[in-house]
């Protein structure tokens, strides 16, 4: 069993005034590529379920952006809705989840680099 990452990137612009300012354009990079995370999100819920999907009437979202002092790293939280609940696939139902990704920047490129759990093989 190997560790597998997933690493996403993307152009921001800028320059940028402020932290402020960096946090919203992370968010709205986030918001405008939402669709990016989905597979991502889906495999982080429960490795290896390919049953497991969110919910398309409430995509991810992004609840906050935290940036560290150097404005070079920092995480994002999203919040999103699977159909995996306590260990569990429901049907017609949502429950709903929280999860921070990290991510560096270098110059105007937002890079989120995501290790995926290890999907186990109880049968080897």
Same mark, same amino acid.
């Given at each position: 069993? &190997? *560790?597998?990452?997933? %690493? &996403?990137?993307?152009?921001? $612009? $800028?320059?940028?005034a402020n932290q402020a300012e960096l946090a919203q354009a992370i968010t709205l990079t986030i918001e405008a590529h939402k669709r990016d995370f989905f597979p991502l999100l889906e495999r982080l819920v429960d490795e290896g379920n390919p049953g497991v999907h969110l919910s398309q009437e409430h995509p991810p979202r992004v609840l906050g952006i935290e940036l560290d *002092?150097? $404005? +070079? %790293? $920092?995480?994002? *939280?999203?919040g999103y809705e699977s159909n995996f609940f306590e260990g569990c696939l +429901?049907?017609?139902?949502?429950?709903q989840h929280q999860i921070d990704l990290p991510f560096c920047l270098e110059g105007d490129q937002l890079t989120f680099d995501i290790e995926l759990p290890i999907a186990w093989n109880f049968n080897n």
């Open positions: 069993m &190997t *560790q597998e990452r997933i %690493q &996403t990137q993307y152009r921001l $612009g $800028g320059p940028f *002092q150097s $404005g +070079i %790293q $920092g995480r994002a *939280q999203l +429901i049907v017609d139902k949502y429950d």
